[in-house]
Every structure is written in structure tokens, then in C-alpha cells.
């Protein structure tokens, strides 16, 4: 027994969506064409929603706990109806907004496998957009009588977005090299990961059905941008390839901070919670990513220590990364600047608690100081251009981030999944 049923949307919307895909990746075709020379255990791509099955029928979490799902938008009421549809347009505004980001980058793959690996992530992310436009177009009641027509309002809206208006700040961050798609994978889709697992509880039931199908589809690019991000750092401890390093860390230490910040303000989420959108907080939610992250880089560490030091198993390899991160010291020839580190939940934040953003915290999480007070903002700019891209310094986002942080403009709180 398949462990989901599947259905189309009205022609109007399927074919919108398709229209979607012809403008902002015509390349599926070729991953259609070459499906089976890559993936030929794996059921080929179709475009469809696939309907998992619910655990149980009732809420069990917050404060509808004991009572039955929503099977219709509409008897939502009030803000947790407008809430509901702000969780899948902030959703289906991701998927959409990643396949953008992707195609920048794609020609730029090292190897055939990751390109294939790329457009087959940037495929399955239509199907979750499609999926998500799924969730608004099969329920009639998402029309409120004397309403304005929420749901085609927001797939309207979800169609025109592009690179800039999408509805979280790691969605409107261009691609400039490959490694932004390997990063974006290992850290940004592990987010979505988080956010998945956690509205497997969701109070309306047509969501909490989407999210099992979609969860088992995230553990391919999560897998790939691991497996890929292991690959290109042993190349560069090894002097192959074309990223060291260092390119690989200022890489990393861009994209965790937005990865942290897509859980929404650390206090928050506890309406999310009682409307049973979720099951976790957003500090809990954010605090475990973060750990899941180290664990990752941990893994590339440990293959980077065995790439320099021949024939050492892997315990013996863990403790020797964990010895030179404590020490700081280099041993067996390996010093600390070869390995990769995890960027501290306070790094380079322009969301979340007030203590936080756009205070100068360095990449180990001190706050960077003069005479007993934080630097100024010029000063931790000159910082964050020693731990960030070149090419991110550069860039309409950075730009943005320095105004807020030379005090000129604070951007708009709440944009986030942490309601
Ligand atoms: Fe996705
Ligand atoms: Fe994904």
C-alpha cells in the first residue's frame, strides 16, 4: 500500500504553475530525459500532491488539543485562519523562491552528479510549491462568503514573486558560485527539514497530510548537500578543486545566520504552538538545528582529518578534531584554520532577540568590544567583510543589512515561520 494517494489541482492553477516552470526552469526537461540514467530506482518526477496519511485525526498539541483536525479552512476562525494561510504562502514562497536561487548557480556544478542532484532538489521543490497550491486550491472554503478569495489572492501572489519580494530573507539572497547551492542545501533545507517534521502535527489536516511526502523528499537534498559539501572540502584540503577552505567557511558562516533566523524571534512561537501549527517552540526548534548543523560540519571535519593524516580511523579522527578546536593548537599537522567551524547562534543577526541583532558578535559568539563597549557598526562591518563572501559583501542584501546596522533602518520584524 502507497503511503499516499495523489491528486491534480484545477486546470487553471496546474496550468499557471507550468507556465511557472517553462519561465524559471525550463531545465526540468532535461532531468525528465535523463531520469533513468541517474535515478533509475526512483519513481520519475511527476508533478502532483501527494496525500500522506494522518497519525490521528484529533489535535494533540496546544490548545485544541483532544478535538479533530480542520478538514476545511473556513471553520478556522479568526487570526488562526489568517495565520494558517501566512504558514503556507511563507512555505510554498520558499520552494518557489529555492528553484530561483538554484538555477543561478546550476551550469556552475563541479560534476554531472551534483547538476543532477541540483535539478532533481529544484524538481521535487516544484512539486512542494505545487503542493502547497494544493492545500489552498482543493478547499473551497479558503473563500469566505463576503471575503475577498484568499486562496487564489495568494497563489496570484506566490506566482509573480521573485528574488527580492519572497517572504523570508534566505529566499531573496542570490547564488554566486556552487557553493552556495551545496551550503543551501546542507543548512537551509535542514530548516525546512525542522519546520516539516514540526507541522506534522498542524491543526488543519490537508497540511499535516503534505508533510510526510515532503519530509521524505528533503532527506535527498539534505543528503546531497552533506554528501557534496564532505566531497569539495577533502578536494580543498587536498588542493583540488576550485574552493578552499576558507571559501567554504565564509560560505557557511553567510547562510547559518539565516538559517537560525527563519525560526522566527527565540522567545516566540508559542501561538503557532496553541493553534497546533507546530509542536515546538521557536528558541527549542532553533537551539536543535543548531546543534544538528555542528554535528554535520563535525562529520566534514572528520573526513578533512583524514584526508591529512593517512590511515586514521574515524573515532581516532573525531578526537583529534575535537583536540585541535579545544586547544586551538595545530596537531599531527592539522591546525585549526583547515577545519570547518559552526558560526554561534548570535553571528551576523538582523532578526530575532533585540539583544542580538546587529550586535557585533564575532563568529565564537563574543561580542567584540573597545574601552568595555561593543564597536561601533563601522567597525563590525570591517569585521564581517574578514568572515563573509566577497562577493556577499557586495551584494543588494548585505547592502540592506549594513544600512540597519549603521542605524539608518531596521527592517520590518516577523518575517519569519516563528508566529
Ligand atoms: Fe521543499
Ligand atoms: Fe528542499
Redesign the pocket.
Known amino acids: 500500500m502507497a503511503a499516499y494517494t495523489t491528486e491534480t489541482i484545477s486546470p487553471k492553477y496546474h496550468d499557471a504553475i507550468v507556465d511557472w516552470q517553462k519561465k524559471n526552469f525550463p531545465e526540468l526537461t532535461f532531468l525528465q530525459d535523463s531520469w533513468t540514467k541517474y535515478y533509475a530506482s526512483q519513481t520519475p518526477f511527476q508533478l502532483f500532491a501527494k496525500i500522506g496519511k494522518l497519525p490521528s485525526d484529533q489535535i494533540n498539541v496546544g490548545r485544541m488539543a483532544g478535538q479533530a483536525r480542520f478538514e476545511h479552512a473556513g471553520d478556522m476562525v479568526g487570526n488562526m485562519f489568517y495565520s494558517a494561510r501566512d504558514v503556507i504562502r511563507a512555505q510554498a514562497s520558499t520552494e518557489l523562491g529555492?528553484i530561483q536561487q538554484h538555477r543561478m548557480t546550476l551550469e556552475e556544478a563541479p560534476t554531472d552528479q551534483m547538476k543532477m542532484a541540483v535539478l532533481r532538489?529544484m524538481a521535487?521543490?516544484l512539486r512542494h510549491g505545487y503542493q502547497m497550491f494544493w492545500v489552498l486550491a482543493h478547499d473551497a472554503s479558503w473563500k469566505k462568503p463576503g471575503h475577498p478569495d484568499i486562496a487564489s489572492e495568494t497563489m496570484d501572489e506566490l506566482l509573480s514573486m521573485q528574488l527580492g519580494n519572497h517572504v523570508l530573507d534566505a529566499f531573496n539572497i542570490p547564488f554566486v558560485n556552487f557553493l552556495d547551492n551545496v551550503i543551501f542545501a546542507t543548512v537551509i533545507?535542514l530548516v525546512?527539514k525542522y519546520q516539516l517534521e514540526m507541522q506534522r502535527v498542524f491543526s488543519y489536516a490537508p497540511m499535516a497530510r503534505s508533510m510526510g511526502p515532503m519530509l521524505s523528499e528533503?532527506g535527498f537534498?539534505i543528503g546531497s548537500g552533506r554528501g557534496f559539501l564532505k566531497e569539495l572540502s577533502v578536494a580543498a584540503t587536498n588542493d583540488k578543486g576550485r574552493f578552499s577552505i576558507d571559501d567554504i567557511q565564509r560560505v557557511i558562516n553567510a547562510w547559518v545566520p539565516r538559517g537560525v533566523e527563519m525560526f522566527g524571534n527565540e522567545r516566540g512561537g508559542q501561538t503557532a504552538v496553541a493553534f497546533s501549527f507546530k509542536d515546538r517552540n521557536n528558541g527549542t526548534a532553533q537551539a536543535e538545528y543548531h546543534g544538528e548543523v555542528r554535528e554535520v560540519i563535525d562529520m566534514v571535519n572528520i573526513a578533512i582529518v583524514q584526508a591529512k593524516v593517512k590511515d586514521l580511523p574515524a573515532p581516532d579522527a573525531r578526537s583529534l578534531v575535537a583536540e585541535i578546536q579545544d586547544t586551538g593548537e595545530t596537531i599531527k599537522g592539522v591546525s585549526p584554520k583547515d577545519l570547518l567551524t559552526v558560526p554561534d547562534m548570535k553571528f551576523f543577526r538582523s532578526r530575532g532577540l533585540e539583544e542580538i541583532v546587529f550586535m557585533p558578535y564575532d563568529v565564537q559568539g563574543n561580542l567584540i568590544t573597545e574601552g568595555g563597549k561593543p564597536v561601533s557598526g563601522e567597525k563590525y562591518r570591517d569585521y564581517l567583510k574578514t568572515a563573509l563572501p566577497d562577493y556577499y559583501i557586495k551584494s543588494k542584501e548585505f547592502a540592506k543589512y549594513e544600512e540597519a546596522l549603521l542605524g539608518r533602518e531596521r527592517p520590518a520584524p516577523g518575517a519569519s515561520y516563528g508566529w
Open positions: 529555492s532538489i521535487e521543490e533545507d525546512g528533503e537534498h
